[in-house]
């Protein structure tokens, strides 16, 4: 599991990005994981734990298993 800070979310857009304490690019967060967590939304600056998937059709980093840390 991966701690990181919320860079920016928008619950409009339903999407967002998250940045890794430990460095490294910023991971994309979709709502359907937030709202999958309980959560109704992010705010910026908050502190998460997640789990850093790769879609293999796609090839790209989404965030899921949130929790708040």
Known sequence: ???GTVK???GQKG???IQPNDGG???FVHISAV???GLSGL???QKVNFEAKTDKMRGKVS???LSLA
């Open 1 to 3: 599991m991966t701690t």
């Open 8 to 10: 920016w979310f928008n």
């Open 15 to 17: 999407f967002g990005f």
């Open 25 to 27: 690019n910023d991971v």
């Open 35 to 37: 709202e999958r967590a």
């Open 43 to 45: 705010n910026e600056g």
């Open 63 to 65: 965030a899921e298993n």
